[in-house]
């Protein structure tokens, strides 16, 4: 599942997967948050976090992460993952290289940093 982090600064959009993330987690949560930014702002400033409660993505999920990310490569400010997870971490900074916007990632205890950052 996915759910806000509270306390994101304005303008940031803050979430955290929990357990095993399924595709109806981006259709009701992720996506209308990021098309909305697009929309309000023009780009997207997100912090996601992939803590130790992060169980993996079911296959239908990482299908919605590729219908989130393909379309608005532009519109992505900044993008700050918090994991430990290092082959996620890996990943995210080989992928961040396509990105129009900034990907960095943070270890999870650094949560605070990566909400300053993104809001920068």
């Given at each position: 599942?996915?759910e806000p982090i509270e306390?994101?600064?304005a ?18 949560v992720?996506?209308p948050a990021?098309?909305?930014a697009?929309a309000e702002h023009?780009n997207?400033?997100?912090v996601?976090?992939?803590g ?5 993505y079911?296959a ?9 990310w393909?379309?608005h490569?532009r519109?992505w400010?900044r993008?700050a993952?918090?994991t ?5 971490a890996?990943a ?5 290289m ?5 990907i960095?990632?943070?270890?999870v205890?650094?949560?605070d940093?990566?909400?300053a950052w993104a809001a920068?």
């Amino acid at each position: 599942m996915i759910e806000p982090i509270e306390g994101a600064p304005a303008g940031v959009l803050a979430f955290k997967a929990v357990g095993k993330v399924e595709a109806v987690d981006y259709e009701d949560v992720l996506t209308p948050a990021i098309e909305k930014a697009i929309a309000e702002h023009g780009n997207v400033r997100l912090v996601y976090e992939l803590g130790p409660e992060f169980e993996g993505y079911s296959a239908g999920a990482a299908w919605e992460d590729m219908k989130i990310w393909a379309p608005h490569l532009r519109a992505w400010k900044r993008c700050a993952v918090v994991t430990d997870h290092g082959l996620m971490a890996d990943a995210i900074r080989g992928f961040g290289m396509l990105m129009a916007g900034q990907i960095k990632v943070f270890p999870v205890s650094e949560l605070d940093q990566a909400l300053a950052w993104a809001a920068s």
